[in-house]
């Protein structure tokens, strides 16, 4: 075989290798991954079968897409490979999700950035337009975001500033209720219930006892023969559904010591007791928020990892890990599918990062062996050439 093809085989081995190892890992390999995922049906507590405008049940229930903790890392402690690999990693994996999923509305539970606690606001304007573009969607669906203590400081750093930052680049309240298909989520700022009155604080409460009160209004108004009631003059009604309440902070819980699952947090760290106030809320804020608002299902984020805890017996919470490969190995996210009177959920998990790595290896390997196995060829067709010459010569 003439030596050119030889060289043009084995450059065309290298493209092959090189390429389809990259193509794969950083295109294919989140399609097999979110193709295992589904949407959960939905069962009924009340009698019937269909929805309230005649469709069936399951064509009525918002389909509902949570992650939380993306963390985009910023200018002062991200380095630019991390920021580029955990960044590319989420764009794909996101927009590979809505591509095959169509979810109705997307939730992000908080830290949103990394260091939007202390950026200035060139970094700020940078994170954000980082963020809109890897996060980009349709209009098909709804994206709500909502505030971490990263994206705003801890209790102690928050101020005004950063809060309004945060929610006019989101373009609302970090505090309210969004409606769909008269299901009800409730947004909780959850980095202002540290109750110590900081005007942030005092603002917060106040918004949330309203909403409360509202809700029940709700849910009174429709009742049999409700009506108007005492008290609730003026109030904003919404769908007479419990709501689906949704923050960063879990609620108070002693430690992740009950949490199991390939998404739960490490054996070693299980046991590590959580500090009120930093790792989870306090007991008054947590038992506060159930008391005024009852809600059907709680979903928080914070702790990068996944956990099922149920509060008194009849509130259950999800902690829904984090998204991004800088903070667990497996990131996933939740698909849920909530009707006004049931919610069912599944999990839905990425490629883990050592995959990735490991097809890289492999990949490096063959190159190696290739490169090897050409470097013996040449030198065998060298001393074969050789070999032949000195015959020659021997016979003359």
């Known amino acids: 075989m003439p030596r050119f093809s030889v060289r043009w085989m084995v450059a065309l081995l290298l493209i092959v290798v090189v390429g389809g190892a990259f193509f794969f890992c950083e295109y294919l390999i989140y399609f097999p991954a979110i193709l295992q ?6 069962s009924h507590a009340r009698a019937g079968t269909e929805g309230t405008d005649g469709r069936p049940a ?9 992650l939380s903790d993306t963390h985009l890392l910023g200018a002062v402690g991200g380095h630019w ?15 590979t999700a809505l591509w095959l999923l169509r979810p109705e509305i997307v939730f992000i539970l908080g830290d949103i950035f990394d260091e939007g606690k202390w950026s200035s606001q060139k970094h700020w304007e940078d994170d954000v337009r980082r963020f809109h573009r890897m996060f980009r969607h349709s209009t098909d669906t709804e994206l709500v975001v909502l505030v971490g203590n990263h994206d705003i400081g801890f209790h102690y750093e928050m101020d005004w500033f ?7 680049v989101f373009n609302a309240s970090s505090t309210r209720i969004v409606t769909k298909k008269g299901v009800n989520f409730l947004l909780v700022n959850s980095v202002a219930l540290h109750g110590d009155g900081c005007p942030i604080c005092q603002s917060v409460e106040k918004e949330l006892i309203k909403l409360s009160k509202d809700l029940n209004c709700s849910l009174q108004s429709l009742q049999p023969g409700g009506g108007a009631t005492d008290g609730c003059d003026g109030s904003q009604l919404f769908p007479p559904s419990s709501p689906i309440m949704l923050q960063h902070y879990p609620l108070y819980r002693v430690s992740d010591a009950g949490c199991t699952g390939q998404d739960a947090a490490p054996p070693e760290e ?11 809320l306090s007991k008054e804020a947590s038992q506060r928020l159930l008391h005024l608002f009852k809600p059907r299902l709680i979903l928080s984020g914070h702790t990068h990892s996944g956990c ?11 902690s829904v890990p984090s998204f991004s490969w800088r903070n667990r190995n497996n990131p996933s996210f939740i698909l849920a599918s909530v009707s006004p009177d049931s919610y069912t959920l599944s999990k839905c998990f990425l490629p883990e990062e050592s995959t990735v790595i490991g097809v890289y290896c492999s990949a490096g390997a063959c190159l190696m062996l290739l490169v090897l196995a050409h470097c013996m060829w040449i030198k065998g067709l060298l001393q074969c050439s050789s070999l032949c010459l000195l015959g020659k010569h021997k016979s003359l």
Not at 37 to 42: D, G, I, N, Q, S
Not at 308 to 318: A, M, S
């Open 37 to 42: 995922c589904a949407w959960p049906k939905t």
């Open 58 to 66: 399951q064509d009525t229930a918002v389909r509902a897409m949570v």
């Open 81 to 95: 490979f991390d920021k580029l690999r955990r960044e590319w990693q989420m764009e794909r994996a996101f927009q």
């Open 162 to 168: 950063k809060l309004q930052r945060f929610e006019k």
């Open 270 to 280: 299980r046991h590590l007791l959580f500090r009120e106030k930093y790792d989870v």
């Open 308 to 318: 099922e805890v149920l509060h008194d017996n009849k509130y259950p919470e999800i």
